[in-house]
């Protein structure tokens, strides 16, 4: 496909459960995003690759978070242990170069940990 | 502490007329500005763009206006269409991320 996708689009987990989520950017895409977006707040920023190299990872909430990028292109967020904090959707944005600000955004993982 | 502000969770329009949305920032080295559109179940898609050397952007229906003295921006819509009901976000950027603000409901009735 054109945009960004990820998987799975839902997850219900049980508190102190792992989980991953796949991001796949747009084909060719430097710059790959994650976000966290808790209901009725904007996106909020976790962290930020450029190629397969994490530039910043400045917005991750604690080391229970950690994502990778490893080839470049697909990226995963993986979350250790989920607590109910964690319930939100995480969207994934992709952008063409190094320096655009326009962030072409996947339609997201509703995580629900209960 | 909020850098972007979207005071306004909703807004209501009359299909036709125009749509104002703003948005307030507090940090004056945000460089860039963007306006996204979210319906449900789907990611933000990016609407329109301005960067703080300019005052004025404009794309069809959709102008943005920045006043860097007020740390103020805002998007017009003109004329509003029944399609244009959404979430709108604001957004800023200074360095590799985006800044969002909390978003504002539009609703454009018949």
């Known amino acids: 496909g054109a945009g960004v996708s990820q998987s799975p689009r839902y997850k219900v987990a049980k508190r102190g ?3 991953a989520l796949r991001c796949d950017p747009i084909s060719g895409h430097v710059s790959l995003f994650w976000y966290q977006q808790a209901l009725g ?16 990872k400045s917005g991750l909430p604690s080391d229970r978070f950690f994502a ?22 995480y969207l994934c944005a992709s952008s063409l170069t190094e320096v655009s600000y326009e962030q072409y955004f996947g339609p997201g993982t509703r995580l629900t940990v209960t | 502490d909020q850098q972007v502000k979207q005071n306004s969770p909703s807004l ?16 004056s080295m945000f460089d860039y500005f963007l306006w996204y559109k979210k319906y449900p179940a789907e990611g933000p898609t990016f609407l329109i763009s301005i960067s703080s050397i300019k005052d004025k952007n ?27 009901s959404a979430v709108y976000f604001c957004a800023a950027s200074n360095t590799d991320k985006l800044i969002f603000g909390t978003g504002t409901r539009l609703q454009v009735f018949p």
């Open chain 2, 12 to 27: 209501s329009v009359q299909e036709g007329r125009i749509s104002i949305l703003n948005c307030d920032y507090t940090n």
């Open chain 1, 17 to 19: 459960q792992d989980v």
């Open chain 1, 68 to 89: 990778e990028r490893p080839e470049g292109s697909v990226s995963t967020l993986k979350i250790q242990r989920t607590q109910q904090e964690d319930s939100a959707v």
């Open chain 1, 41 to 56: 707040q904007g996106p909020e920023f976790l962290t930020y690759f450029q190629n397969e190299a994490q530039l910043d």
């Open chain 2, 58 to 84: 404009e794309d069809g229906r959709f102008t943005v206006f920045l006043n860097k003295s007020a740390k103020h921006l805002s998007l017009h819509i003109v004329p509003s269409q029944p399609g244009d």
